[in-house]
């Protein structure tokens, strides 16, 4: 089992071919993609992609602690 520790799918940079990224992971034999949201907009667009692309592959974390920080 492989697991992505830390992929930012959300940023712009992969709008375009989240499609391919993922699928390349799958290929590659990635079983899990960690997703680190910065803030409360792109923890919800982690938790989208978790939906779409199933939480067997994407796994939204979000730290609730950092997120207080931030504010
Ligand atoms: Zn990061």
């Known amino acids: 089992m492989?697991?992505?520790t830390h992929a930012h799918l959300f940023f712009e940079n992969f709008?375009?071919?989240?499609?391919d990224v993922i699928q390349r992971a799958k290929d590659n034999s990635i079983d899990f993609i960690v997703v680190p949201a910065t803030d409360i907009k792109t923890a919800k667009e982690a938790i989208e992609l978790a939906e779409k692309y199933g939480t067997d592959l994407c796994h939204c974390r979000y730290s609730s602690s950092r997120y207080k920080r931030l504010e």
């Open 2 to 4: 492989f697991i992505d």
């Open 15 to 19: 709008k375009e071919d989240v499609d």
